[in-house]
């Protein structure tokens, strides 16, 4: 069955720290993979696509399928981005993890 | 461009009931998504609309149906309500062909008591 694992419910760093964001899928094709982003009280939104291999907002992620990992990184975390992370898979519907609660301390 | 709307906010049933949830596509999208997100969960997929027929399904019971109008706008329909339907429905809308990115709306929050 396809899958979306992201072990973690809440991490916490200090701003400056680095970030890492784990999720693991599950799919025996050529997956295309997403993370989404919802800030306090707006909306989810795309963060970033797999395949367009850029890096928004100071994060990227590589999709690794020998581990099939696709887990969101960021050298130097910001207060801003204290957010909840959803990793999905897109199977002409998303497939989401769990989510992340991503929290920076001052 | 106009977002992803959706109405009502906030509702509240009682089991047994039927209530139906609205949404308005973003401008230029054909294609409409409908998901429920459980309290501490991921969004889970119920169905997806384009060009007013049904074309993808999660696994939900048949209690759960849903519209698309010639507008590309869409509604779920939720019927026999149970408690465990109580969940925020988020509506996505997309460009079916040519776009990838789904677009939410703001959810609306069901509680069945």
């Known amino acids: 069955a396809q899958r979306v694992t992201q072990p973690e419910k809440l991490l916490s760093v200090f701003k400056g720290a680095p970030v890492e964001l784990k999720c693991n899928y599950s799919y025996s094709g050529s997956p295309e993979l997403f993370w989404y982003v919802q800030y306090s009280r707006q909306r989810l939104q795309l963060l970033l696509r797999?395949?367009s291999r850029e890096s928004i907002k100071g994060f990227t992620a590589d999709l690794n399928k020998g581990e099939t990992s696709f887990h969101l990184k960021k050298p130097f975390a910001q207060e801003e981005d204290s957010a909840m992370y959803y990793c999905a898979l897109n199977l002409n519907k998303l497939v989401f993890g769990a989510g992340t609660i991503l929290r920076v301390k001052s | 461009e106009t977002g992803v709307t959706q109405s009502p906010t906030h509702l509240i049933k009682t089991r047994g009931q039927q209530v139906t949830l609205r949404c308005s596509s973003q401008?230029?999208?054909?294609?409409v998504s409908w998901y429920q997100q459980a309290l501490g969960q991921g969004p889970q997929f119920i169905f997806q609309y384009y060009r007013e027929e049904e074309n993808g399904r999660g696994n939900f019971p048949p209690r759960f149906s849903g519209l698309q109008f010639p507008n590309y706008s869409s509604e779920l329909n939720v019927n026999a309500l149970e408690l465990d339907d109580s969940a925020l429905y988020l509506c996505a809308s997309r460009q079916q062909g040519t776009g990838y990115e789904q677009y939410f709306g703001p959810g609306t929050r069901l509680t069945v008591t």
């Open positions: 401008s230029g999208h054909n294609t």
């Open positions: 797999h395949i």
